[in-house]
């Protein structure tokens, strides 16, 4: 394999030897490990935090509600409040992404195919451990059944990712305008009371009801809701709309992983 340098970019032409591979391997363990020991800090409890957040504010929002008496049921406020919390962490990170293409390896170009390899293995162990210990809590709890359970886990996989392709997309422009990360908060901030995640969609009526039609979060949260025999409007929602999110989500996750090469060029020394 060789490293072909112009102006333009930097491409690798030929194919990777079993050292490179072996060395790409370790690479990706490397990147994968910096990224947990950064996610768990000094912290006592490392990466149990990352399980037991979403289980912590669903019973702070339970409890807010229960003292309202809002009729809204335990499961329904743990699975809202768990896709949501995945989706505005999984859209951060993606936004973030473009901070450090070196992957902690500052003496050598690393391969990309190891930074998006890294990233990958990240997402999916996250995803895991954000809805592995509310979904724990719905079987045994709440006899939450076996198909509906791993439904909840497979779809918090599906809107991890689908959020960070579109966080990855926002990144070259949130570094050049830094001010986007505040706004995107602020948006983030509204849509988790204006969207079905603390209640179903069933609560909401009128302009509210229309409105969260045309937020993607809906479907998934619906959708996990009904699979999961809780209270949802999923079959009511127009199916078109879903899939044009589904496609339009797709191709952001894509062109985010497809970017990282770019990017990583665009921001180096080396150009």
């Known amino acids: 394999m060789e490293r072909v340098i112009t102006s333009e970019n930097c491409t690798e032409v030929g194919d990777l ?71 505005q962490n999984s859209l951060k990170s993606g936004m973030n992404s473009i901070q450090d293409f070196t992957g902690g390896l500052k003496a050598e170009r690393v391969r990309t195919r190891v930074l998006s390899g890294a990233m990958i293995r990240y ?72 969207s079905p995640a603390l209640y179903p969609l069933s609560s909401t009526q009128g302009l509210h009801y229309k409105l969260n039609e045309f937020h993607p979060f809906t479907y ?8 999961m025999d809780e209270q949802s409007e999923i079959l009511n929602l127009d199916s078109r709309i879903f899939g044009f999110f589904i496609v339009i989500l797709l191709i952001l996750i894509i062109r ?4 990282i090469d770019k990017l990583r060029w665009r921001m180096t020394t080396w150009s």
């Open 123 to 194: 997402r999916i162990i996250d995803n895991s451990l954000q809805s592995f210990g509310v979904a724990l809590i719905l079987f045994i709890g709440y006899d939450m059944s076996l198909l509906g359970t791993f439904s909840f886990l497979i779809i918090a996989q599906i809107i991890g990712f689908l959020s960070e392709g579109v966080g990855m997309n926002l990144a070259p422009l949130a570094k050049k305008i830094p001010d986007l990360v505040n706004i995107v908060n602020y948006i983030l901030m509204i849509l988790f009371f204006a």
């Open 220 to 227: 998934f949260v619906e959708t996990a809701r009904y699979l």
């Open 17 to 87: 030897s079993p050292l490179d591979l072996k060395l790409d391997s370790r690479r990706m363990k490397f990147i994968l490990k910096k990224k947990f020991r950064h996610l768990s800090g000094r912290k006592r409890l490392g990466l149990l935090w990352v399980i037991l957040d979403p289980i912590v504010i669903s019973l702070v929002y339970l409890f807010v509600f229960t003292v309202l008496r809002a009729s809204t049921s335990v499961q329904t406020v743990f699975i809202g409040i768990t896709l949501f919390r995945l989706t």
């Open 256 to 259: 985010g992983y497809t970017l």
